[in-house]
């Protein structure tokens, strides 16, 4: 309010002060301009109203550059504040912008330390009062949930761990929704690998044999193919059951945990069978296959095979042949740990 009345109360008070300073005197002041022969013969009173309108005029350009400082101080701060949010926003959806460069030291100070951290929102967060931020907490919430969403609404990334989710909760609400990520390169060997994982689960036999060869398998998806076929959902070869094994670097204690739990799954012969070949192609498995002859008391067979093995190795099947040459009777799995 002040400055709104200030410019007209000083054009007022300037005419009435020299009206004033006029009826007083009608004196006249001469001033001569600098290096020149001019020279002026002016009223006292008109003088004392051109230094007052002087003085106000400066006074004017002061106020007007402290409101524009201020005006553009405010704008910067706005301009930085959608900069710092956005900037948030990245953070939660791992989206990288380089763009976003704040100006303001306050800000830049408070950002430079958010880009130090990632941003792991609180499920089911109410108490953020920015509306945006707040959906993006909820649309968190509905991922984390297991919901499906879309991702292009909120401008998240496909390297975003977000996108990630949100494909794998589509492909556990229908085991389908993963078939066309299975042969498309441009998908991440994590959502592949999730899709194949799912389709081995659901799928029928005949889906199952029609992608099986679409994808590399690891350890996971090795031992997802095995249970399935224990449970004679689809056929394997004992080949094919070695090649997956040692491809994908079984350990000793991954054979002795596969072999574990197929007791009881897989008829006596066809148990021998694929251990043995698996024995005979990788020595990770010779432990598995001691325990197969062991398990179905097939001594003089687990004798032979032992003897082609060094004293000090395989000292828990030596144990177990002494203890039967005793007369003692142990189950087998105490000596397969």
Wanted: glycine letters at 2%; one cysteine or more.
């Amino acid at each position: 309010m002040f400055y709104k009345y200030y410019p007209l109360t000083i054009l007022i008070l300037g005419a009435l002060l020299g009206l004033y300073v006029y009826n007083l005197t009608n004196a006249t002041f001469e001033y001569a301009l600098p290096f020149s022969s001019l020279a002026y013969d002016i009223p006292v009173a008109l003088w004392i109203v051109i230094i007052v309108y002087t003085f106000f005029f400066i006074t004017i350009i002061f106020i007007f550059s402290d409101r524009m400082g201020q005006f553009l101080s405010n704008k910067a701060i706005k301009s930085d504040k959608k900069i710092f949010i956005q900037k948030i926003k990245n953070k939660i959806i791992e989206r990288k912008d380089e763009n976003l460069v704040l100006k303001t030291s306050l800000f830049k100070e408070i950002g430079d330390i958010i880009d130090q951290f990632d941003i792991s929102p609180k499920l089911d967060s109410t108490g953020c009062q920015n509306a945006d931020i707040k959906k993006l907490l909820a649309m968190y919430s509905n991922l984390k949930n297991g919901e499906e969403i879309d991702v292009y609404k909120f401008n998240i990334p496909k390297t975003s761990p977000l996108f990630t989710l949100n494909v794998k909760n589509s492909i556990t609400k229908n085991y389908k929704n993963g078939l066309p990520i299975i042969k498309n390169k441009n998908y991440i060997y994590e959502l592949k690998k999730f899709a194949f994982i799912a389709l081995i689960k659901n799928a029928p036999s005949k889906e199952i044999e029609r992608y099986k060869d679409q994808i590399s398998y690891d350890r996971e998806i090795a031992l997802e193919l095995l249970n399935v076929f224990m449970d004679g959902k689809i056929d394997l070869s004992t080949q094919e059951i070695s090649d997956m094994c040692k491809n994908t670097k079984f350990t000793k204690d991954d054979y002795l945990n596969l072999v574990k739990s197929t007791k009881g799954r897989l008829d006596p012969n066809t148990w021998i069978k694929i251990f043995e070949y698996l024995a005979d192609n990788d020595e990770n498995a010779e432990n598995a296959y001691f325990y197969v002859l062991l398990e179905l008391e097939m001594l003089e067979r687990a004798k032979e095979r032992l003897r082609a093995q060094p004293a000090y190795e395989f000292l828990n099947v030596r144990a177990y042949l002494d203890l039967k040459v005793a007369g003692k009777s142990y189950p087998t799995d105490l000596f397969f740990k």
